[in-house]
């Protein structure tokens, strides 16, 4: 995924997020699946199920070398943000 950044005036903002609260889902998801359907009406390609079916359905593998700190680190693998330390007590 990419990360992107919108500007939304007030008022649709609000709604939106009435919306999305009220169909317990994310912000971020009613927006996508928003932006999926106005793709899809425009006659714009959606991706291919072969492509999702590829990825989701793949064999699960072990890493030799795990982080130990994989939720500490967790934006760095998505996002590529500086990895975090642990503070310690």
Known sequence: MHR???????????????????????????VREALQEYLARAGNVQPAPEAVD????AEPFDDPR???????????????????TRRRR
């Open 4 to 30: 992107t950044q919108l500007l939304l005036p007030p008022d649709l903002h609000r709604h939106a997020a009435e919306t999305a609260k009220a169909r317990r889902v994310s912000l971020g998801y009613l």
């Open 54 to 57: 590829e990825i989701l359905l």
């Open 66 to 84: 795990p982080d130990p700190a994989l939720s500490l680190n967790v934006d760095h693998y998505l996002y590529g943000a500086a990895r975090r």
